[in-house]
């Protein structure tokens, strides 16, 4: 366990490392360190937490497959891996062991970052997105921009912008991206096999394409009389996930590790997806209300309002499975306010500590 104030850190897919915001607003990073993204290249693994501190304080972080991400003071910056320009950067493929300021015209709130691209969320509600396009054996990147051109620099998604809309959160697969609206819908782009982008196809996309599913069914059991309100979202490599106010997750795509943790009806085979959102029913039919959740590459953690953690996925369980552990004590599990996900690892931040584990608690 490592004792120190923290802040919540963002996911994303393929992860062998963490990181973490503490309360003096410094930046702690830990795990692999090839292709330079925790700025520790001559060694293959740190297991030590060297940290960075901005000049205007760290405000939220995310881990992509091969580079990192943060924000301070409304300014991003990005380190590791440019092979595919995913660090927004104008000359392609120079990787760089050193935090570099992406410019951006705008403060930005949020960045999320997949297997080949990235994406923020700027302070008038604008996405923009960079990285790979996409390929014709390969199929569509995440990018969203209406053609499979790579970009080297952020690039603002105009589709949102034309018709007025702002949006609150992003998140990234490993070649999709989901986002989230202020009003309350949720879109969609990239790669579309085993169902992930939730519109009951698997065909590809360039553009975002909303996922109406919320609009046209109710299959809540908390509330339901309410329409569904999505608040969060998340994605693993070729997977999604919802969460609603009234505390229930949602999830669809592939199924292989029981990563949507629907249980024995939907196999967890290598075949197995869904198409559609597919409402976690075995939680809030025990009166499980979710309050956060995460994705990992090919697992969900979630969080209760009861503070309870379940886990599911990596071919461990297919669905959810409460968390407990003989090495720590009961009191390890307690106050707990947020959850991440990585690679094959879980965690979860207290008052004034953040515990890692290996994905199967």
Same mark, same amino acid.
């Given at each position: ?57 760290? =405000?939220?972080?995310?881990?992509g497959s ?16 440019n092979?595919?320009?995913?660090l ?7 990787? *760089? ?31 923009? *997105? ?22 080297? *620099?952020?690039?603002?998604? =105009? ?16 070649q ?59 994605a693993? =490599? ?5 969460m ?22 939907a ?36 969080? *209760? ?57």
């Amino acid at each position: 366990m490592i004792r120190f104030a923290v802040r919540p850190v963002a996911r994303a897919v393929r992860v062998r490392r963490f990181a973490a915001t503490a309360e003096a607003r410094r930046l702690w990073r830990w795990g692999a360190t090839d292709s330079g993204f925790l700025t520790q290249a001559e060694a293959p693994e740190k297991s030590t937490s060297p940290s960075l501190e901005a000049e205007k304080g760290i =405000e939220t972080a995310a881990c992509g497959s091969s580079h990192s991400a943060f924000v301070a003071g409304g300014r991003l910056y990005a380190y590791g891996s440019n092979k595919y320009s995913q660090l927004g950067r104008e000359i392609p493929g120079a990787s *760089t062991q050193e935090p570099v300021q992406i410019e951006m015209d705008l403060a930005v709130r949020q960045v999320a970052l997949g297997a080949y691209h990235s994406a923020c969320v700027c302070e008038d509600g604008s996405l923009w *997105t960079w990285g790979w396009g996409g390929g014709f054996f390969h199929g569509a990147g995440a990018l969203g921009l209406g053609h499979r051109d790579s970009a080297t *620099t952020p690039q603002k998604v =105009e589709q949102f912008t034309q018709h007025g809309q702002k949006i609150s959160s992003v998140a990234c697969g490993a070649q999709h991206t989901l986002v989230l609206t202020t009003d309350g819908h949720l879109y969609a782009t990239g790669k579309g096999d085993f169902g992930r982008l939730g519109r009951g196809d698997t065909s590809d996309e360039i553009d975002f394409h909303e996922i109406d599913y919320f609009e046209h069914t109710n299959d809540s059991i908390l509330s339901p009389g309410e329409e569904a309100k999505i608040v969060k979202i998340g994605a693993g =490599e070729n997977f999604s996930a919802a969460m609603s106010q009234q505390g229930e997750l949602w999830v669809w795509g592939r199924n292989d590790y029981g990563q949507l943790g629907l249980g024995e009806e939907a196999m967890g085979d290598m075949y197995s997806a869904e198409r559609f959102p597919r409402l976690v029913r075995s939680l809030p039919s025990d009166g499980h209300r979710i309050v956060d959740f995460a994705c990992g590459e090919h697992h969900v953690v979630v969080l *209760t309002s009861e503070g309870v953690l379940f886990e599911w996925g990596d071919r461990t369980w297919l669905e959810p499975h409460r968390v407990s552990s003989p090495q720590v004590d009961d009191e390890d599990f307690r106050d707990i306010v947020k959850v991440a996900a990585g690679d094959k690892r879980a965690g979860f931040s207290q008052a004034d500590a953040i515990c890692l584990r290996h994905s199967a608690m």
